[in-house]
Nanobody, 116 residues
Framework: QVQLVESGGGLVQPGRSLTLSCATS????????MAWYRQTPGQERELVAH????????TYADFVKGRFTISRDNVKNTVTLQMNSLEPGDTAMYYC?????????WGQGTQVTVSS
């Protein structure tokens, strides 16, 4: 049974940082390119960042490039998103999942709210 458990969200002021974590189980994590996604009410879920299986190649959406860093730990089966210089537009529910063929069963997500 696939499990994706996101954590680390919260309320922060603009310009501050947060680190999101995703604990996974139930699939071969080391063989799976992983990604962080985000969604706001009434909007489609969008891709934020992705990391390859080895953790040495990453891509980012233009709206976070230079501010966010994705990484993974293939021993702990976790994915991390370091978010710096947060902006109000980053307010969303954040989820992790496979980059391609995401699992149908998403985690509960972790809410990030950026507000002064």
């Amino acid at each position: 049974q696939v499990q994706l458990v996101e954590s680390g969200g919260g309320l922060v002021q603009p310009g501050r940082s947060l680190t999101l974590s995703c604990a996974t189980s139930g699939f071969v994590f080391s063989n799976s390119p992983m990604a962080w996604y985000r969604q706001t009410p009434g909007q489609e879920r969008e891709l934020v960042a992705h990391v390859n299986t080895a953790g040495d190649y990453t891509t980012y959406a233009d709206f976070v490039k230079g501010r966010f860093t994705i990484s993974r730990d293939n021993v702990k089966n976790t994915v991390t998103l370091q978010m710096n210089s947060l902006e109000p537009g980053d307010t969303a529910m954040y989820y992790c999942n496979r980059r391609w063929l995401p699992f149908d069963s998403w985690g509960q997500g972790t809410q990030v709210t950026v507000s002064s």
